[in-house]
């Protein structure tokens, strides 16, 4: 009798568990006017701008989009529109722009599966960071699970950043592993009160079921707690761009990123913002700057994990085989000048397996191979 019951329960636990991931299914995937197969095997669903799962959240209800920042900084290019024409070939491009393009008043959002649902062990954990990751020494992070190698500039307001980042495609030796180049904007200290604004370029199996290198954002209003997500996994980003789609894979070749306040730009492209609602202090100027690179390293079997940064090499190695050349530059407080950073210092948590070097006024170059005969 007490297997009867056993089985019983589990088939309670799966109907339910079913259920769940069902009514998820539904939140993220929004009606599509227009749907393309990538040759890749992602669905790109072409939806509505104004059915976006931003509008779900609660503060966002009666949200007007806006299409462009108010203001540039001096010195800073935005010199392609985002024309919404069929005969436009945007300088950043996907595999699924082979097989057909979104049309005007739609955004492109990659379809969610009930397999990536799953991966991540229950509906509410997709999309979610399962492991903090400031790239701050002084952080409570566990740097024995996260590495970086980080350029930082601190001690000023920052309202926006900007990289170029060489796409490379780190090999990930667990599919719980990540390896990503990005840049962050940050507000306030982890363990009280921290907002972040993340975007770049990753490969992580665990979120998106395969080992290609895909582009994300990320944003948090209380340190990862219960806030913010990978790309459209939640309500809060607002995309406006109907070229780009989110954890899409990118072609092989550098692409060009920054945000202005809370906006998003790709390949000078306006791609979308975060509202300032979400933050509680990101909303206005954000207290440090981050450029680089993070792994984690679950350190299997005893052992420094083989999941690569960038390139797989060091940047002592030669300037063909340094990881990524990130051109970095931002615009900060009342004065909104676009400029090179300054008095920055590096963030490196085990030299012997990923390193930075910053040699360059307006570049600088980081990578790893990880596991190694100096990295055990």
């Given at each position: 009798?007490?297997?009867?019951?056993?089985?019983?329960?589990?088939?309670?636990?799966?109907?339910?568990?079913?259920?769940?991931?069902?009514?998820?299914?539904?939140?993220?995937?929004?009606?599509?006017?227009?749907?393309?197969?990538?040759?890749?095997?992602?669905?790109?669903?072409?939806?509505?701008?104004?059915?976006?799962?931003?509008?779900?959240?609660?503060?966002?209800?009666?949200?007007?989009?806006?299409?462009?920042?108010?203001?540039?900084?001096?010195?800073?290019?935005?010199?392609?529109?985002?024309?919404?024409?069929?005969?436009?070939?945007?300088?950043?491009?996907?595999?699924?722009?082979?097989?057909?393009?979104?049309?005007?008043?739609?955004?492109?959002?990659?379809?969610?599966?009930?397999?990536?649902?799953?991966?991540?062990?229950?509906?509410?954990?997709?999309?979610?960071?399962?492991?903090?990751?400031?790239?701050?020494?002084?952080?409570?992070?566990?740097?024995?699970?996260?590495?970086?190698?980080?350029?930082?500039?601190?001690?000023?307001?920052?309202?926006?950043?900007?990289?170029?980042?060489?796409?490379?495609?780190?090999?990930?030796?667990?599919?719980?592993?990540?390896?990503?180049?990005?840049?962050w904007m940050k507000a306030g200290e982890y363990g009280q009160d921290l907002d972040t604004i993340e975007a770049g370029i990753m490969v992580y199996e665990l979120l998106f079921g395969d080992k290609e290198t895909r582009i994300f954002t990320y944003w948090t209003d209380d340190g990862y707690q219960s806030t913010g997500c990978y790309n459209l996994a939640c309500s809060g980003f607002v995309q406006i761009d109907n070229k780009i789609?989110?954890?899409?894979?990118?072609?092989?070749?550098?692409?060009?990123?920054?945000?202005?306040?809370?906006?998003?730009?790709?390949?000078?492209?306006?791609?979308?913002?975060?509202?300032?609602?979400?933050?509680?202090?990101?909303?206005?100027?954000?207290?440090?700057?981050?450029?680089?690179?993070?792994?984690?390293?679950?350190?299997?079997?005893?052992?420094?994990?083989?999941?690569?940064?960038?390139?797989?090499?060091?940047?002592?190695?030669?300037?063909?085989?340094?990881?990524?050349?990130?051109?970095?530059?931002?615009?900060?407080?009342?004065?909104?000048?676009?400029?090179?950073?300054?008095?920055?210092?590096?963030?490196?948590?085990?030299?012997?397996?990923?390193?930075?070097?910053?040699?360059?006024?307006?570049?600088?170059?980081?990578?790893?191979?990880?596991?190694?005969?100096?990295?055990?």
């Amino acid at each position: 009798m007490s297997s009867v019951g056993k089985r019983n329960t589990n088939t309670i636990f799966n109907k339910k568990q079913k259920l769940e991931i069902q009514q998820q299914l539904k939140r993220l995937n929004k009606p599509a006017l227009k749907s393309i197969e990538s040759p890749d095997g992602d669905i790109i669903d072409c939806v509505d701008i104004n059915k976006q799962p931003a509008f779900d959240h609660p503060l966002l209800k009666n949200h007007t989009i806006q299409m462009k920042p108010s203001s540039y900084p001096e010195g800073f290019s935005n010199s392609e529109s985002n024309d919404v024409s069929s005969n436009f070939e945007p300088k950043f491009t996907q595999p699924w722009h082979l097989n057909g393009r979104c049309p005007e008043g739609t955004i492109p959002i990659r379809r969610t599966k009930e397999e990536d649902l799953l991966r991540a062990g229950s509906a509410t954990n997709y999309g979610r960071k399962k492991h903090h990751n400031i790239s701050n020494a002084q952080s409570k992070v566990d740097l024995s699970i996260h590495e970086h190698a980080v350029l930082v500039e601190d001690g000023d307001k920052y309202y926006g950043m900007a990289a170029a980042m060489n796409d490379w495609k780190p090999y990930t030796q667990d599919r719980t592993e990540f390896s990503l180049s990005q840049f962050w904007m940050k507000a306030g200290e982890y363990g009280q009160d921290l907002d972040t604004i993340e975007a770049g370029i990753m490969v992580y199996e665990l979120l998106f079921g395969d080992k290609e290198t895909r582009i994300f954002t990320y944003w948090t209003d209380d340190g990862y707690q219960s806030t913010g997500c990978y790309n459209l996994a939640c309500s809060g980003f607002v995309q406006i761009d109907n070229k780009i789609a989110l954890g899409a894979t990118v072609a092989p070749y550098s692409i060009y990123g920054g945000t202005q306040r809370q906006w998003m730009n790709i390949a000078e492209r306006n791609f979308g913002y975060w509202p300032s609602s979400l933050f509680s202090i990101l909303s206005n100027s954000a207290s440090e700057v981050h450029w680089g690179g993070e792994v984690v390293n679950f350190k299997r079997d005893g052992q420094h994990t083989t999941t690569q940064m960038g390139s797989g090499h060091f940047p002592e190695e030669g300037f063909g085989a340094r990881l990524v050349s990130s051109e970095i530059s931002m615009f900060i407080d009342s004065r909104q000048l676009f400029r090179v950073p300054r008095n920055t210092h590096k963030v490196v948590t085990n030299p012997n397996c990923y390193n930075l070097i910053d040699d360059a006024e307006d570049a600088f170059f980081f990578g790893g191979p990880g596991r190694n005969p100096n990295c055990p």
